[in-house]
């Protein structure tokens, strides 16, 4: 048997063979993994604005993918994305007197809702 086989191996024999995206992202269970890739919701003046677009932010963790942050958001709130942006803001430095440090960086994800559904964590707040 070679290193480098080219040959069926036991998953093809069976017959069931993972696609790439089941093998990176973690599975979800009744509410396994949503929790862990979901830090926080991002409320802030930008953040509404892009809620009446049916556009929300959340703080995600530091090996979040796109389809992971999908499913933990479908899974949470009940509704159906259509799309999931992430930014990573680095980390800053920052200083005090003689004290040198670093701000903790950001990753955070927008997610796009389909039209018609709305998160209702986000229609409390309004501009007074």
Do not use: C, W
Not at 38 to 46: G, H, S
Not at 67 to 90: C, F, H, M, W
Not at 101 to 113: I, L, P, T
């Amino acid at each position: 048997m070679s290193l480098f086989s080219k040959g069926t191996t036991e998953e093809q024999k069976k017959g069931r063979v993972p696609s790439r995206v089941e093998e990176r992202a973690a599975p979800i269970g009744e509410y396994g993994n949503a929790y862990g890739v979901l830090r926080a919701p991002i409320v802030t003046e930008k953040a509404h604005a892009l809620a009446t677009k049916n556009q929300y932010v959340f703080r995600i963790s530091a090996d979040a993918t796109k389809a992971s942050v999908a499913r933990a958001v479908e899974k949470t709130y009940g509704v159906t994305t259509q799309s999931v942006r992430i930014i990573n803001l680095p980390r800053r430095k920052r200083s005090v007197g003689r004290s040198h440090g670093y701000r903790s960086g950001v990753r955070k994800a927008v997610v796009h809702v389909r039209e018609g559904q709305s998160i209702a964590l986000f229609q409390g707040a309004s501009a007074e």
